[in-house]
């Protein structure tokens, strides 16, 4: 249907609904169709004291004819009259939690209208059941209100609010792996997600609904005005995620460190380098991603974010925090146990350990311990393994030590470990080919040659 | 509404051409479009600081007809308070996470203390359970010994007892008197001797005294000693039942000439030495082999 304009609240408005045939099919009742033809098509001030007087009762009737009428014309136009009542002023949304309706399913037609085909009833059911959940009481409030009256029914409501929240969760996951509309499901999906995930349940629904896979990939950097605001959503979205674990470690294998950083690098925004940093400020304090982000080389980032000179308060403690934990963490990794670990279990990465030649420098006489015996197993490894990138760092590792020990190539050669490498040089992998190619002439020649073929 | 411009890194100067926008601005300034609004690097600072614009917008602005004016006025309006809602909704989420990780650490903290405190109580609780049980352990074991000691102090008394009827058998009181004379000179191994009996007892001592005598001279290889009876003084009679006081159950006495070395070979005093040294073996026949003996 490209050739139809897109509908919008505004253009439904403009609709004339004929609500008297309603009241004679007795679908709605005489004081329904009273309030009705008070609010319906009166100007914003108007509306605005009528809610102040006694929005409950519209509130009653508008979910009332979205729960019984089925026409589409006039649904859509009662949705657009819900949207533009609570655009002009969000705190009506807490009419819907008021007492008087605890006995009426507020959320039931709305969540039933996400399943209907047309966008824009999705959309708009979308945005107002969002605006409803986020001004739901907190649940100390909510047994306050309702005192010692029924558990039974406080129950009923905490079930129906579970259930709707994890209906909405799942419509926001599909759309966001199969969006309804081409170009708007996404925004609408990461705004919704945005405002939602304030609600500690939804991020565990979220997580356990496999979201995080579809959220991610929305964090890429952007120029044109829509995609900033999308990307500004998605991150504060990802942000609200990282407080909470599951969530963390779900992304811990995706790329979001990249991208974050990416993100950082590029922005103009204000707002959403503020946001990026604070999710990194979140994700560091896990080690995986400590480890990611180093590799990302974040260092460099910051000290490139500084110069930016960026006013915000908030922003630049947040820098300050991540450089801190990274600094503590960077040492942490490239401590001397950390590198003994990964020698023994005998699967090596290029991690930050191996090139920092601070490291080299500091740790160099350890490896005489034992009887050279993590040397030894280093070796064993060369010999053994099949695995390439575990062999390209155990040449590289091997040459580091050459040229950092004083004696490293008498000991390399009495450890037999010439052959082993001369081996790998013929090894398919270029990468394994060129250590070890760099690592025998690191054993062969003596220390000033090798410098003048560097 | 008065907007003031701030010296911005790129904005020293007033700029009057739009050439000079600062570089963080898009090409894209058409009156057409309006992302330029967008693209503006916008402080939104604290209240009390104002909502500080570039001064190039102004111009632009100097340009427009009115209903222009009012609608960018208007878009600003709204982008301003957009990012306005934006920052402090991020501000509420911070501030709520940030209560939830404090309580969290204030709630462990506190039931650490509580841990720890009752296993303070704990430990006082057992500490004191074992030395309640230490104390009633030594009453016991106090008990048992005292019940023992009983034992043994009623045989002795038994024993005591029957001590009284020895001297009843006079013939074997005689032979036990000679021999107790005999004993109590080798000791003494004294020339001349003093012998203190009781009242009863003198007739039988008289009775063996030449025998006893000789009986020592010849064991002795010396003279015959001068044993003289004490007919005075007399060593104190049986013991009757409710009468407390000094008692004899037999035996004799010696001393020195000048009565400085005594020798006590009375029944009883026999008792005593007998009882002492063997109280281990008795302590052992009653009691057998006991770890805290």
């Not at chain 1, 000290?303 to 403690?317: F, G």
């Not at chain 1, 040449?395 to 190539?409: E, L, V, Y």
């Not at chain 2, 104190?236 to 008692?247: A, T, V, W, Y």
Request: hydrophobic content about 40%.
């Amino acid at each position: 249907m490209a050739s139809e304009p897109e509908l919008t609240t505004q253009i439904v408005l403009k609709r004339d609904i004929p609500w008297e045939t309603y009241m004679t099919a007795k679908v709605i009742n005489s004081t329904g169709l009273q309030l009705l033809r008070r609010y319906d098509r009166r100007p914003d001030n108007v509306q605005a004291a009528l809610l102040d007087e006694n929005g409950v009762s519209y509130v009653r009737v508008f979910v009332g004819i979205l729960r019984d009428i089925t026409k589409e014309d006039t649904v859509e136009y009662m949705l657009a009259l819900i949207d533009d009542m609570l655009s002009a002023n969000p705190k009506r949304a807490r009419l819907f939690h008021d007492k008087a309706l605890s006995s009426e399913d507020i959320y039931g037609p709305f969540l039933r209208l996400l399943a209907k085909k047309k966008w824009f009833i999705q959309e708009t059911s979308c945005k107002v059941l969002t605006l409803i959940i986020s001004a739901r009481p907190s649940e100390d409030q909510v047994s306050e209100e309702h005192g010692s009256s029924s558990n039974g029914s406080q129950k009923q409501l905490s079930d129906n609010f579970d259930k709707t929240l994890s209906g909405v969760v799942d419509w926001l996951c599909t759309q966001l792996k199969n969006p309804s509309h081409p170009s708007r499901a996404i925004p609408t999906a990461v705004s919704s997600l945005a405002t939602l995930f304030r609600e500690y349940k939804v991020r565990a629904l979220f997580v356990e609904a496999r979201g995080v896979r579809s959220l991610v990939p929305l964090i890429s950097p952007a120029s044109k005005q829509e995609h900033i605001q999308l990307l500004y959503e998605a991150t504060l979205s990802v942000w609200l995620l990282t407080f909470y674990d599951p969530a963390t470690q779900a992304m811990a294998d995706t790329r979001i460190s990249s991208q974050l950083v990416e993100v950082v690098k590029s922005s103009t925004k204000e707002k959403v380098v503020r946001v990026a940093l604070l999710s990194l400020k979140n994700l560091v304090k896990k080690d995986i991603f400590a480890h990611q982000l180093v590799a990302c080389g974040m260092p460099k980032v910051i000290q490139n974010v500084r110069l930016q000179a960026w006013h915000d308060e908030d922003l630049l403690s947040a820098l300050d925090e991540l450089e801190g934990t990274l600094r503590d963490s960077v040492k942490e990794l490239n401590s001397w146990d950390r590198y003994k670990q990964e020698v023994c279990s005998g699967n090596l990465d290029w991690t930050p350990v191996h090139k920092d030649q601070g490291f080299w420098r500091e740790n160099i006489k350890k490896f005489e311990d034992n009887d050279y015996e993590v040397l030894r197993i280093l070796i064993a490894v060369l010999e053994n393994s099949r695995d390439p990138k575990t062999l390209a760092v155990a040449c590289s590792d091997i040459s580091q030590f050459i040229q950092n020990h004083p004696t490293g190539r008498g000991i390399i050669s009495d450890l037999k470990a010439k052959s082993p490498v001369m081996r790998l040089m013929s090894n398919p992998d270029p990468d394994v080919a060129r250590e070890a190619l760099l690592c025998v002439q690191k054993i062969l020649l003596s220390p000033k040659y090798v410098s003048f073929m560097q | 509404m008065l907007f003031l411009v701030k010296a911005q890194k790129g904005n020293r100067e007033p700029i009057f051409s739009s050439a000079h926008c600062p570089n963080s601005l898009s090409a894209t300034l058409s009156a057409a479009e309006d992302p330029f609004l967008l693209h503006l690097p916008i402080d939104l600072r604290t209240s009390r600081e104002r909502y500080i614009l570039p001064l190039w917008w102004y111009y632009r602005l100097a340009k427009m007809n009115d209903a222009d004016v009012s609608k960018q006025v208007q878009q600003m309006v709204h982008f301003i308070r957009q990012e306005a809602e934006e920052k402090a909704n991020e501000i509420a989420v911070s501030a709520e996470e940030e209560f939830n990780i404090e309580k969290l650490q204030l709630v462990e903290a506190e039931k650490k203390k509580i841990r720890q405190e009752y296993e303070r109580k704990e430990k006082l609780v057992e500490v004191r359970k074992k030395i309640d049980y230490s104390t009633q352990l030594n009453a016991s074991r106090l008990k048992v010994l005292q019940a023992q000691d009983d034992l043994v102090r009623n045989m002795k008394a038994a024993a005591e007892e029957r001590l009284i009827s020895v001297s009843h058998d006079h013939d074997n009181y005689r032979k036990l008197l000679r021999a107790l004379i005999v004993q109590g000179l080798s000791r003494l191994r004294e020339p001349s001797v003093q012998l203190r009996c009781r009242e009863r007892d003198v007739r039988f001592v008289e009775d063996v005294l030449e025998e006893a005598k000789e009986e020592y001279a010849r064991k002795a290889n010396v003279d015959i000693p001068g044993v003289y009876v004490d007919h005075e003084k007399f060593l104190p009679g049986p013991p009757e039942k409710g009468e407390p006081g000094p008692f004899c159950t037999g035996g004799v006495v010696l001393a020195s000439k000048d009565g400085r070395i005594v020798c006590e070979n009375t029944l009883d005093a026999r008792l005593e030495i007998a009882f002492k040294q063997n109280l281990p073996e008795i302590r052992k026949q009653l009691f057998g082999l006991s770890s805290h003996a």
